[in-house]
């Protein structure tokens, strides 16, 4: 009986827990698009050298992860799923999380070393900020 109580309790605990991240998402997704297409754009401003399209991909890969987050987090608030059906939810969530710092890592090995010294100090705000809120917002998950 302490057992059931025990599960059920923790289910609600975690659908509560994934309800707080698709609260967020939305606001979380748009920020890294912003900052995806800042620094993309630092890095193709006219009047710069010619920057290959592929160092800009990563960039693109980072729009389309949160595109597709953004997709997901309005799924989620149409469907509006019971605390049962909240574990998929949480894993595509997730997912779109691990796929993001991939390519936000992929971003920096293959841009970090083509930018000027002058324009390095941008992208390592940026990336701070956006570790500073993946943190708050990613914290409702994380097992320590």
């Not at 841009?111 to 809120?133: D, E, H, M």
Request: aromatic letters at 10%; charged letters at 15%.
């Amino acid at each position: 009986m302490k057992s059931t109580l025990k599960t059920a309790s923790d289910t609600a605990v975690r659908a509560k827990q994934t309800r707080l991240l698709y609260r967020q998402g939305a606001s979380g997704s748009w920020g890294n698009m912003a900052a995806a297409a800042l620094l993309g754009g630092a890095l193709a401003w006219p009047g710069r050298d010619a920057v290959a399209l592929w160092v800009l991909s990563p960039f693109f890969v980072i729009i389309a992860i949160f595109s597709a987050r953004l997709f997901l987090v309005r799924r989620f608030h149409r469907k509006a799923p019971h605390d049962g059906e909240i574990a998929p939810w949480e894993q595509r969530f997730f997912l779109t999380s691990v796929l993001s710092g991939l390519a936000w890592a992929a971003a920096w090995m293959v841009v970090f070393p083509k930018i000027s010294s002058n324009l390095r100090l941008l992208p390592i705000v940026l990336v701070s900020g956006l570790v500073a809120a993946g943190i708050a917002t990613l914290g409702a998950i994380l097992r320590v």
